[in-house]
């Protein structure tokens, strides 16, 4: 069975990704904006599974989705290491 919050966690997931969308240009002055970007991919991603496993195979949805957002927090951790060791050297 589906759970509302999972549905709620899917509309800002979708929100989020329109406004990336939107604000690309803007995003793009990040540095190192595209290992941003897929870390939030990563994150919806799993959102996505956390909201299917409700209807199939839910303990391998379940996993997936714990897989999915191992992999976002560690392409986040890596964007802030290259964010602020780039911000070191500058210094």
Avoid at 24 to 48: D, G, M, R, V
Avoid at 54 to 72: K, S, T, W
Avoid at 78 to 87: I, L, T, V
Wanted: proline share 1%.
């Amino acid at each position: 069975m589906i759970e509302i919050d999972d549905v709620i966690i899917m509309f800002i997931g979708i929100w989020i990704f329109i406004l990336i969308l939107i604000n690309y240009s803007k995003l793009s002055t990040l540095p190192h904006y595209k290992i941003l970007i897929a870390a939030f991919c990563f994150l919806f991603i799993s959102w996505f599974f956390s909201l299917i496993e409700g209807l199939i195979l839910e303990d391998f949805m379940n996993l997936l989705q714990h897989i999915f957002l191992a992999v976002n927090s560690m392409f986040l951790a890596f964007w802030f290491w290259k964010k602020y060791r780039q911000e070191d050297k500058k210094i």
